[in-house]
Nanobody, 120 residues
C-alpha cells in the first residue's frame, strides 16, 4: 500500500520562499510518476508540476520559473521549491503518487495536503 506524506508548508510573506517535501512510502517511481497539485479556496485542484520516467519533468505554465520540482536521491521523495511567492499562491498543496496498473493504467494515491499561506 502506498502512503504519501507532505511536509514543509507554513506561513510566509509575499516574496518569500518555501520548500515542500513529499515521501511516498511503498512506492516505486516509474512511468506514472509523482506530482504536486494545489487547491486554492473555492477552486478546483490543479497540477503544479509532475515528473515521471517517460516524459521527465513538466510544469503548468503559471508556475514555471518560480517553482521547481525535484527528486531526492531516493526516487520516492519529491520536493517543490517555491520562490517569489505571491498571495495568490495561498492554497493546500498535495502530493500525488501514481502507481502503474496493467500495461497503461495508473492508480493515484494522495497525501493529506500541506497548507501554504502567503501574506502581503
Amino acid at each position: 500500500q502506498v502512503q504519501v506524506v507532505e511536509s514543509g508548508g507554513g506561513s510566509v510573506q509575499a516574496g518569500g520562499s518555501l520548500k515542500l517535501s513529499c515521501v511516498a512510502s511503498g512506492y516505486i517511481f516509474g512511468r506514472c510518476g509523482l506530482g504536486w497539485y494545489r487547491q486554492a479556496p473555492g477552486k478546483e485542484r490543479e497540477l503544479v508540476a509532475g515528473i515521471n520516467m517517460i516524459t521527465g519533468t513538466k510544469y503548468t505554465d503559471s508556475w514555471k520559473g518560480r517553482f521547481t520540482v525535484s527528486q531526492g536521491n531516493a526516487k520516492n521523495v519529491l520536493y517543490l521549491q517555491m520562490n517569489s511567492l505571491k498571495t495568490e499562491d495561498t492554497a493546500v498543496y498535495y502530493c500525488a503518487a501514481d502507481s502503474p496498473i496493467g500495461a497503461t493504467g495508473c492508480r493515484r494515491y494522495w497525501g493529506q495536503g500541506t497548507q501554504v499561506t502567503v501574506s502581503s
